[in-house]
């Protein structure tokens, strides 16, 4: 299980090598993704808190990037963290997420993307609950849902 600490230590030093690469120019993305899709995942974007797919679904599943596939989250690490955002306290697996601090609008944030496509996730914070101690604030735009049962 990651805490934060190890998260720190991704962002300082190396983030964990990603099972695969998918590798493609901005202007392919602009024209593979969606644009409210592309603003999050490749310049990112934030969506409108509660106003977004996933911040109230809590069936089982999982939790894909929205840019190139990978497994990201499952549903049974989601929990309700009152931000407007689904929330997570892990990733699916230690590699999936790659951690880059972000001191954009004046905060100290660490950024989440993912570790395959480079897409921006959200952030990660310190202020999750036990036993992780992390809080995975994720836009919706960024992920499509699996359904349980339905991941080929
Ligand atoms: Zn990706």
């Given at each position: 299980m990651l805490r934060w600490i190890d998260v720190l230590t991704f962002a300082r030093y190396s983030n964990p090598?990603?099972?695969?690469?998918?590798?493609?120019?901005?202007?392919?993305?602009?024209?593979?993704?969606?644009?409210?899709?592309?603003?999050?995942?490749?310049?990112?974007?934030?969506?409108?808190p509660y106003r977004n797919a996933y911040c109230r679904c809590y069936e089982p599943g999982l939790y894909a990037c929205a840019g190139c596939g990978s497994r990201l989250f499952d549903s049974a690490t989601k929990y309700h963290a009152i931000s407007g955002w689904p929330s997570f306290t892990q990733p699916r697996a230690?590699?999936?997420i790659k951690y880059t601090c972000d001191?954009?609008?004046?905060?100290?944030r660490m950024e989440a993307s993912c570790n395959v496509c480079d897409a921006h996730l959200g952030h990660v914070f310190p202020d999750g609950p036990a036993p992780s101690g992390l809080r995975y604030c994720i836009n919706s735009a960024s992920l499509v849902r699996i359904p349980a049962g339905q991941d080929p």
């Amino acid at each position: 299980m990651l805490r934060w600490i190890d998260v720190l230590t991704f962002a300082r030093y190396s983030n964990p090598e990603p099972p695969r690469r998918v590798e493609l120019a901005e202007a392919e993305w602009a024209r593979q993704l969606p644009p409210a899709r592309f603003r999050v995942l490749r310049q990112q974007g934030t969506e409108p808190p509660y106003r977004n797919a996933y911040c109230r679904c809590y069936e089982p599943g999982l939790y894909a990037c929205a840019g190139c596939g990978s497994r990201l989250f499952d549903s049974a690490t989601k929990y309700h963290a009152i931000s407007g955002w689904p929330s997570f306290t892990q990733p699916r697996a230690p590699n999936a997420i790659k951690y880059t601090c972000d001191d954009s609008l004046g905060m100290q944030r660490m950024e989440a993307s993912c570790n395959v496509c480079d897409a921006h996730l959200g952030h990660v914070f310190p202020d999750g609950p036990a036993p992780s101690g992390l809080r995975y604030c994720i836009n919706s735009a960024s992920l499509v849902r699996i359904p349980a049962g339905q991941d080929p």
